[in-house]
């Protein structure tokens, strides 16, 4: 398959002039504004659905609850950035368990790949946040200033009242959808409620402020200017998916073999295509379908719905823009060859068409991975310790001989208590007999063996000496284990160090 990014190709609805020479050519263009047009059908009715979605999604999750216990969060998505957590309803991540994170990160790349390798730029097109906010700033741009005809001859006519209010609103609603996201972003970091009542009443840090308006300066910037500057120069996926296209992939496509030679609607020996540019003028990124793949294209589709709309009202069939594969693309346009224009050209077409493969060697490549990935995750979820212990031995000094010539060794151990429970945990020693071991600020059981408190849901941490008799028979390094006990002597976690000494 040829590589389906095709350079940037001149807007079809806006003739170039081609520069006299080479060195009168500008090394950067300026921005052609581009005016989408509405349009209706089954394909803008799945993004609006896929929009309302998104956006209720992102605007309702930080308000969920979930209830943890006294002392806990109640929010039910948190980044806990005080407490160093990550809480997803019942799942509590911790600092040390940032490979989950990375795995869902992987995971989802993975998935990316897939639903590229499948449907193209199904993401771009559908679900990307810079498309749905652009639709949604779109949207909005509409209700105020018209479709595509008004907004043009607004922008190009006089700089009345009427020119400044419709603007003036659009821009006011456009810096309300960006207050209500970047406030949005700043609540799955802190408590929604109270961090909303902060920022509205001004109590809210500087650090809260900060980042709140970041985002909404960036969306408003991104989704009411920037626009489709962002995919075309901005956004790195399009230089790469086609790394992950084939020839089976569903991908937006023009059916040239039955549109050409486009011509009027009654215009005899020419093809299905009136060259009505309805296609040009509902792109958001203002390209030309009919020009072939091109980086340009997000994959949205709506070039489909005005083309079937045209097709309806001229009682032809609809499909002429369609999703199809490129396979079946050549297939159809070596059936259609030497045949003329019609109805027969167009069954000829469609029957050499064959049903798209989904399961192929690269989907079932990304399918491997996905789920490969998917088990490791579940498993390390499902095994993970629910209590880690750290022992941190000192290292200046070494060790330090006491005036009845014994020697000590100084240990920080850390207990990690993920659970809610706070029953003392007894500390045994696995060591050469006659080893004492001391825990400051720690009470005693009755047979004297250390009692560690662990924190609910916290981080515990004790200072332990640990002294080896004098005359005792060791090298210079010996191995020992701390061993955490529940109090009936089962042993729920252990950690390995070393006794220095000095040489023999």
Known sequence: MSNIEAPHRAKADRPVEAPASAEA?????????????????????????????????????????????????????????????????????????????????????????????????????????????????????????????????????????????????????????????????????????????????????????????????????????????????????????????????????????????????????VGDCVDCYACVHVCPTGIDIRDGQQLECIGCGLCVDACDNVMAKLGRPKGLIAFETLKNLAASEAAAAGMAPGPERQKAGMAARDVPRFLRPRTMMYAGAIGTVTLVMLGAFLLRSTLDVTVLRDRAPLFVRLSDGSIRNGYTIKIVNKRREETPLLLALRAPEGFRVVVQDADADAQGRPLLTRRADGITQYRVLLTAPNGARLPESTPITFRLLEPDGREVASQSSSFVGPRS
Not at 93 to 99: A, F, R
Not at 211 to 222: E, I, K, Q, R, V
Not at 246 to 255: A, G, I, K, P
Request: charged share 15%; glycine share 8%.
């Open 25 to 269: 050519q500008p090394l950067y263009a300026s921005r052609q504004k581009v005016y989408p047009r509405r349009v209706f059908g089954p394909v803008r009715s799945v993004k609006w659905a896929v929009l309302m979605f998104c956006l209720a999604l992102y605007y309702i999750v930080p308000w969920l609850r979930w209830d943890r216990g006294p002392g806990m969060p109640d929010q039910a998505v948190l980044v806990d950035m005080a407490n160093a957590r990550l809480f997803f309803f019942w799942i509590e991540i911790w600092p040390q368990e940032i490979y989950f994170l990375a795995g869902a990160l992987i995971l989802g790349a993975f998935a990316l790949f897939a639903v590229s390798s499948l449907f193209g730029r199904l993401w771009c097109g559908f679900t990307c946040p810079q498309t749905v906010w652009t639709d949604l700033f779109m949207l909005v741009e509409g209700w105020i200033q018209g479709d595509r005809n008004a907004r043009m001859k607004l922008d190009q006519g006089p700089k009345n009242a009427n020119y400044w209010v419709r603007k003036g609103l659009t821009h006011a609603v456009w810096l309300a959808i960006a207050a209500a996201t970047g406030g949005a972003w700043v609540m799955y970091f802190v408590d929604a409620p109270t961090v909303s009542m902060e920022i509205l009443t001004g109590q809210a840090s500087i650090e809260v402020y900060f980042f709140f308006g970041l985002f909404s300066g960036f969306t408003y910037l991104l989704a009411g200017w920037a626009r489709e500057q962002v995919c075309t120069y901005m956004c790195p996926w399009p230089r790469f998916q086609a790394a992950m296209l084939d020839e089976n992939s569903l991908v937006v496509t023009y059916r040239d073999w039955r549109g050409e030679p486009r011509g009027k609607a009654k215009a005899e020996g």
